[in-house]
């Protein structure tokens, strides 16, 4: 939420001759990507995203993100398109930053999903799936089941703070992930992230998908697993059974889940949200007093965790 | 430097319905404003500014402000356009806040002016007042010289933590001002704020001017002063006269001053480096720490004043 970096004009005009992309008309710093500096650049050619990588992202990690963009785009699953420079470089460097310009991708992301919206992304997510299958790239997941305790560790003596208890809870819980973590299911490129604004629709349909800045190798039905939690739940935190059976369905149309991946899902799910409590706890409980980013409430997750808990089989999730 | 105000997809969706401005591709918060919030808007029609007014700003004042926007463009004033509505209205309601949506104004500002840029300025500041003449809005600035002095008294007791003396230093110059401050100058619609980052730039010509936020009926010539202080110092606060000479003489060839205001011009710089000084000040010593927006220094201000005070005359500016 935040323009890390100022970019100064006669630097942009400087970085933008480098690129076929047209004469600049206009940009504006973005309030959007908590990791990156992204602006809205306009040329006489269109729009485009130039996005300045921070210190969060790893630079030898950006060539498998932007590769996987091109792949990506070139299989019809839409994203936004890195340009090549006239060297045919997709990366350069702005204000000593590796920097990315890339084609705007139109579209709105949908505050309050509806059924509809959850049976487009579980399409999109399959031909995402299949479409990487072939993509060279090699990237590890820096988030999974075995990082999840070191970040929970760092902040475990005030996670009582937030409830009586919830320490111990998810001790207990991270044990028990890390015992019962399936090792053997089909992997590919995943998303990591796909939550609802990395997913733009235009009218219904289903626009595109950006920010691919967690992706890398892993479960492929890690990925429906974030999108359950992701997609799946009402603001009261509620499941909505018939979203996840629409978006269920809908994968399962174009790569149907293999039984170990559907035996799988109850406990991916709980994963997944573990994931996403451990960095949210850890933001909780580190962001500078004042700061502009207000962090996401991590007990949300817990209650998804204990969702996940109690559901026996994929079955109960809509899965047939 | 922020989005106060996230607005749904929806209700943006529904705000747009009541305009003839095509159909919704995207928006985006973007990093501009500080008092406002504001989205860049993509239609199948083209490109839109939607900007939601915060508590900063007076509603009362929304339609002088919309209103000369709409005057200046029409007497070929470049600026951002409000779009009415079906209804004819150009303030509409969105998220609770006093919105308006307007055209996108393409151009950069210009992080290091150039004599040719302030020689434009000069040429484009002169249309402005000329083309206001007629502009029926009545707004008085909320920032001339009476207004000083509470925002000074504000934090006066904190302001030798800044630099030893500075209290005392500006007390006197204060009373000076406030005894000096010329009366019967030819009044006008100002912009009050044209700052480089409020001017626009297409290549080398200038593409038109925003943020009329504290436009009011003032003494034009304090707009000029204005611009001498924002425009015509070095990043090392030194005076380029240069730059003066040629926004001046710009100015005066299309809007000759009169001899009261030439010779008020040294007075009217340090009022008005006096004005940025207090405002800069109070937020200097009264942001809260860890905010988002950094404060800009009040001691550049100081110095542009002390440089005003050692000019004799508006030829020292470069008047001729």
Known sequence: MAVYTEVPDEDLTRFLAEYDAGRLLSFKGIAEGVENTNYIVHTDRGSFILTLYEKRVDPKDLPFF?????????????????????????????????????????????????????????????????????????????????????????????ADTLQAGLAAEMEAELTYLEANWPQDLPLGVIHADLFPDNVFFLNSRLSGLIDFYFACRDALAYDIAVCLNAWCFEPDLSFNVTKARAMLTAYADRRPLTTAEAAALPLLARGAAMRFFVTRLYDWLNHPPGAFVRPKDPLEYARRIRFHRSVGSAGEYGLD
């Open 66 to 158: 932007l590769g996987l963009m091109e792949h990506l785009s070139g299989k019809g699953v839409t994203c936004p398109l890195p340009m090549h420079d006239r060297q045919g470089r997709s990366l350069g460097t702005l204000c000593g930053r590796p920097a990315a310009l890339m084609t705007f991708l139109e579209g709105v992301w949908v505050r309050r999903p509806a059924v509809g919206h959850c049976r487009s992304l579980g399409t999109t997510l399959a031909a995402m799936h299949k479409a990487a299958l072939d993509y060279p790239g090699e990237r590890t997941n820096a988030l999974s089941v075995e990082d999840w305790r070191p970040i929970f560790a760092a902040v475990a003596d005030r």
